[in-house]
């Protein structure tokens, strides 16, 4: 019989990960890796080494792979030198995002296009990519092929306010890992999406600092205090 932690154990395992290096992102590379992951960790700037260094002070390793989310190009081209490189790639976690607060009607094209490219685009290019790359491979011994975790946001669901292109993005996330889960689930591929509400993060710096939105917000959120990065680490 299987125990539940041989279930959650990621010995052996290599993930790829977007959005990596701060944030609900950094928290949940660094569970990852203490479950037992490899990373390969998508940046843009390879200044940052922070992430790395965490993940490899748990005896784990650690490849940084230089990529423009904001170009389909680049994005095009990481799989396959990931896969020359002769990586095997377990988990995607794809959670890199940006944002752009714009009142709807004045709402830049540009913007609106650099929010759609990094936080749908891109996730679905590397959904396709990895996903082909897990259904070449046979299952495990526990019929897996291999897992997929999308970061959606409660605003997936809610739409917000002045961020327009956000909720567009996250919206296409979370149905886009339902098409991907009702396709592959069947395959051995968990296709799933996390979805966080208000959490401290850099991203919401705006909110958290608008003393009257932030005390609205607060009074909405049962636990009474916004999430933290940490939250995550379990969830992933």
């Given at each position: ?7 959650f154990?990621l ?6 990960v ?27 700037d ?16 650690c ?17 396959p030198?990931?896969?020359a ?6 988990v ?10 714009h009142p ?8 609106w ?11 679905f290019t ?9 259904l070449?491979r046979?299952?495990d ?16 669901f809610?739409g ?9 993005s996250?919206g ?5 890992t ?7 689930a ?8 996390i ?7 850099d ?9 009257d ?6 009074s909405?959120?049962p636990?009474g205090r916004?999430?933290?990065p940490?939250d ?5």
């Amino acid at each position: 019989m299987t125990s539940v932690l041989q279930l959650f154990s990621l010995e052996g395992q290599t993930a790829l990960v977007t959005g990596g290096t701060r944030g609900i992102g950094q928290a949940m590379t660094i569970a990852l890796a203490e479950a037992g992951a490899d990373i390969l960790l998508v940046q843009r700037d390879t200044s940052n080494t922070e992430t790395k260094s965490k993940i490899e002070s748990l005896g784990r390793k650690c490849t940084i792979y230089t990529t423009d989310l904001s170009s389909h190009s680049s994005v095009s081209e990481l799989v396959p030198k990931i896969l020359a490189d002769n990586h095997t790639i377990h988990v995607l976690l794809n959670c890199a995002g940006i944002q752009a607060r714009h009142p709807a009607h004045q709402f830049p094209d540009n913007d609106w296009n650099l929010v759609l490219q990094i936080n749908l685009n891109a996730v679905f290019t590397l959904c396709r990519d990895v996903g082909a790359h897990m259904l070449s491979r046979p299952v495990d011994q526990y019929g897996r092929r291999g897992s997929i975790i999308n970061v959606a946001s409660l605003l997936s669901f809610q739409g917000g306010i002045t961020v327009p292109a956000y909720a567009a993005s996250k919206g296409g996330v979370a149905q886009l890992t339902k098409a991907l889960s009702n396709e592959w689930a069947n395959k051995g591929i968990n296709v799933n999406a996390i979805a966080p509400g208000y959490i401290a993060t850099d991203m919401n710096e705006a909110l958290i600092k608008d003393q009257d939105r932030a005390t609205s917000i607060l009074s909405r959120i049962p636990a009474g205090r916004w999430g933290s990065p940490e939250d995550f680490k379990g969830v992933a």
